[in-house]
């Protein structure tokens, strides 16, 4: 008779992971999905679409929206993405109000000195 570990008894064993993961994964509510048109709803990850997610909402999301944004990936996270985009994805006003929220600057590109 095969003895169980406490890891393979609360599903945590190697298959049971990858298991959990996909059955637990967490899903971008249903307000969300008029600003993430260009992705396929049904394949939308949290962690993978980060990016678009954020960008998308920051853009024209609700302020409903932008809370789930932070309750989701953190103000930490989401700096760290908007520091790596370019201002002129953004509309200016949300680039503003993003500034104050987020306390971050946007990365500018630079200009051919000819």
């Known amino acids: ?4 570990s406490a890891r393979e008894e609360t599903g945590q064993g190697e298959r049971g992971n990858a ?4 059955q637990y994964r967490q899903r971008v ?3 969300f999905r ?14 993978e679409d980060k990016e678009d997610i954020i960008v998308n ?7 409903e929206q932008w809370r789930w944004l932070v309750a989701t990936y953190g103000k930490d996270g989401i700096r ?4 790596k985009r370019l201002a002129t994805e953004f509309h200016l006003e949300s680039r503003r109000l993003a500034s104050v929220i987020f ?3 946007f990365a500018y590109a630079r200009r051919n000195s000819h």
Request: charged letters at 20%; aromatic letters at 6%.
């Open 80 to 83: 760290a993405v908007l520091q």
């Open 29 to 31: 509510p249903q307000s």
């Open 19 to 22: 298991l959990n993961s996909r």
């Open 1 to 4: 008779m095969k003895q169980i």
């Open 103 to 105: 306390g971050n600057s």
């Open 57 to 63: 909402t920051i853009n024209d999301g609700s302020l």
């Open 34 to 47: 008029p600003l993430l048109w260009s992705l396929r709803w049904k394949d939308i990850d949290v962690n």
